[in-house]
T-cell receptor, first 114, second 117 residues
Framework: SQQGEEDPQALSIQEGENATMNCSYK?????LQWYRQNSGRGLVHLIL?????REKHSGRLRVTLDTSKKSSSLLITASRAADTASYFC??????????????FGQGTELSVKP | GAVVSQHPSWVICKSGTSVKIECRSL??????MFWYRQFPKQSLMLMAT?????????EQGVEKDKFLINHASLTLSTLTVTSAHPEDSSFYIC?????????????FGQGTRLTVV
């Protein structure tokens, strides 16, 4: 399977704490993206980081990418109860001539307790 | 961002019947659309890639005769689950992108929850 792995599979923290999720993948990539999914719902795009970038910020989100280790991390700072959701990383395989094709990681289920 | 609409958002059907799911790009032309399946508590698995005007490309292990994909226009792709069985019950979600450039963002529909009884 080309699917990547994420850890932890589940993470439970208190409101205000930071949450860090990690993602590893197997193939060379064009970019890596992070998505959020509330239970039983569609995906919300959070951030895209290109293969030549090492770090990217968006509000309370910070994403890092280490292509030598084929890994990425998503940091959510000052978490809120509303951040409770599943978070997925997804990679766009290099050499893929079909823009938008994504391979998803297994996801991390984040629970933020008020 | 661009809008992708998926319909229906949920459907319940009897075993043996066929179900059609539509995926529309509302404000852009989608040369490529992707269909994913997600079982409970699991990740999204790519089923197939749909290109306008040509046959879909299926991922390994996905039966093309069971999951019929049609991408007849630049704004519409359909997935038909034929002779559905309870094991086909899942969350199906589509995405669409404007072109084949690298770093092209894909926009996701809201998903369709299929329950086969």
């Amino acid at each position: 399977s080309q699917q990547g792995e994420e850890d932890p599979q589940a993470l439970s923290i208190q409101e205000g704490e930071n949450a860090t999720m990690n993602c590893s993948y197997k193939t060379s990539i064009n970019n890596l993206q992070w998505y959020r999914q509330n239970s039983g719902r569609g995906l919300v795009h959070l951030i895209l980081i290109r293969s030549n970038e090492r770090e990217k910020h968006s509000g309370r989100l910070r994403v890092t990418l280490d292509t030598s280790k084929k890994s990425s991390s998503l940091l959510i700072t000052a978490s809120r109860a509303a951040d409770t959701a599943s978070y997925f990383c997804a990679t766009s395989p290099r050499g893929n001539n079909q823009g938008g094709k994504l391979i998803f990681g297994q996801g991390t289920e984040l629970s933020v307790k008020p | 961002g661009a809008v992708v609409s998926q319909h229906p958002s949920w459907v319940i059907c009897k075993s043996g019947t066929s179900v059609k799911i539509e995926c529309r790009s509302l404000d852009f032309q989608a040369t490529t659309m992707f269909w994913y399946r997600q079982f409970p508590k699991q990740s999204l698995m790519l089923m197939a890639t749909s290109n306008e005007g040509s046959k879909a490309t299926y991922e390994q292990g996905v039966e093309k005769d069971k999951f019929l994909i049609n991408h007849a226009s630049l704004t519409l792709s359909t997935l038909t689950v034929t002779s559905a069985h309870p094991e086909d019950s899942s969350f199906y979600i589509c995405s669409a992108s404007e072109g084949s450039r690298t770093n092209t963002e894909a926009f996701f529909g809201q998903g369709t929850r299929l329950t086969v009884v």
